[in-house]
């Protein structure tokens, strides 16, 4: 009897060039200390953010994460299905106060707003679940033009709590895989199937102050002052970045109670978009748009292992200059070393993909190209699916 596969650890080498993909709330780079030197950082909740959105796209499925739950069903009622636009107010206002979710009025500048409801936590449903609320206050909408504004925390919705509470927690393919935290109403949350890593330079990096000016157009044509329109700066960072995440297959087929065709589908569209997906900051004033150098999959039944230990001691330069080369010898080498400590009895499959000509002994068997190395990891993976778990 084969051994069940458990999970599929992803790890990529990227070479990103003069780009600010994740800031913090100065706008500054966001770093890290790490072998006590400073690295740039991309947090995972910013790679999860780019990952989610190439991962809904591929699948064709979305999910919202708001707290203007109502507002959308406002809208959705008042353009889609001709309701007044005061009673579409109300009822969305209803609906994001019918739930166990406390909710608070919105407000602009020191005023409140009528029948704009916040929830105090944001709701994570399939863009789906706005038309399915969206029906409910039609089935109500007697009773929603009978009934009163909603005007201060305490008031009540008149519409169906439990009602409202299954719909919040319907969930798709998108929270199946990163799961959803929705303390507030029972039954909702969802253990993710994926674990991702903020991502780290694997060498020393410094932080790049830009300083910029803008022209004024018309004072260049008339030429008759000197100077620039705006003056500012920015920050800026450059590096070889290593990332890594795992996909728990055992949690993947708990929650969504699929056949293999389904957890190959999502299973693809994960690694391939967290090869691919790239955070968008700044895009149009840096254009970072570089794919990664090396991507190394490994399928194991026992537990994750992240490589990230390789570049505790920060990569050195190449005599002839740059990081990637030795990123990718060093990456080689510590998983090798790694998986000779542990035993490579746990591993049912490894293999790599990679810009680089040489061989790297100690990442698996070599692919050509990303979608040969992700079908190989999964025909193996799937060949002995785990099994579903309470």
């Known amino acids: 009897m084969a051994t069940a596969a458990r999970f599929i650890d992803i790890h990529v080498l990227q070479s990103v060039p003069l780009a600010n993909l994740n800031r913090d709330d100065t706008n500054s780079v966001k770093t890290v200390q790490y072998g006590n030197t400073l690295r740039t950082r991309v947090s995972s909740q910013s790679w999860k953010r780019?990952?989610?959105?190439?991962?809904e796209e591929h699948i064709g499925e979305a999910a919202l994460r708001t707290r203007r739950i109502g507002e959308r069903?406002?809208?959705?009622l008042a353009e889609q299905h001709d309701w007044p636009q005061d009673l579409a107010e109300r009822a969305g206002a209803h609906v994001a106060a019918?739930?166990?979710?406390?909710?608070?009025?919105?407000?602009e500048g020191k005023e409140t707003v009528d029948n704009k409801v916040l929830t105090n936590a944001m709701v994570y449903v399939p863009e789906s679940a706005v038309a399915e609320l969206a029906n409910l206050a039609q089935e109500h909408r007697t009773a929603l033009e009978a009934a009163k504004d909603i005007k201060k925390p305490s008031d009540k919705s008149v519409l169906p709590k439990d009602q409202v509470e299954k719909i919040l927690r319907t969930r798709n393919a998108v929270i199946n895989l990163f799961g959803r935290m929705l303390a507030e109403v029972d039954d909702a949350g969802v253990d993710g199937a994926?674990?991702?890593?903020?991502?780290?330079?694997?060498h020393e990096t410094d932080v790049e102050l830009d300083y910029f000016s803008a022209v004024d157009d018309v004072t260049a044509r008339w030429k008759d002052s000197a100077g620039s329109g705006h003056m500012g700066h920015t920050e800026f960072s450059a590096g070889t970045f290593y990332r890594y995440a795992?996909?728990?297959?055992?949690?993947?087929t708990r929650n969504t109670a699929a056949g293999n065709n389904t957890l190959r589908e999502l299973s693809h569209a994960f690694l391939r978009a967290f090869i691919l997906s790239l955070p968008q900051a700044k895009k149009n004033s840096t254009a970072a748009h570089t794919i990664p150098d090396l991507v190394h999959l490994s399928v194991r039944t026992d537990r994750p292992l992240s490589y990230?230990?390789?570049f505790e001691s920060p990569v050195t330069s190449a005599h002839e200059g740059g990081y990637a080369a030795p990123s990718r010898q060093a990456l080689a080498d510590y998983a090798r070393?790694?998986?000779?400590?542990?035993?490579?009895?746990s591993i049912l499959?490894?293999?790599?993909?990679?810009?680089?000509?040489?061989?790297?002994?100690?990442?698996?068997?070599?692919?050509?190209?990303?979608d040969d190395l992700i079908t190989t990891a999964l025909d193996t993976a799937l060949a002995a699916t785990p099994e579903a778990t309470a």
């Open 73 to 76: 069903v406002t809208r959705l």
């Open 337 to 345: 070393a790694a998986n000779t400590m542990l035993g490579t009895s």
């Open 98 to 107: 019918a739930s166990s979710i406390k909710f608070e009025l919105a407000k």
């Open 308 to 310: 990230a230990a390789a």
């Open 246 to 252: 795992t996909l728990d297959l055992r949690d993947l």
């Open 349 to 370: 499959t490894s293999g790599w993909t990679s810009l680089e000509t040489k061989d790297l002994d100690g990442l698996g068997t070599r692919h050509d190209a990303f």
């Open 194 to 202: 994926v674990q991702v890593a903020h991502a780290l330079t694997t």
């Open 50 to 55: 780019a990952l989610r959105g190439s991962f």
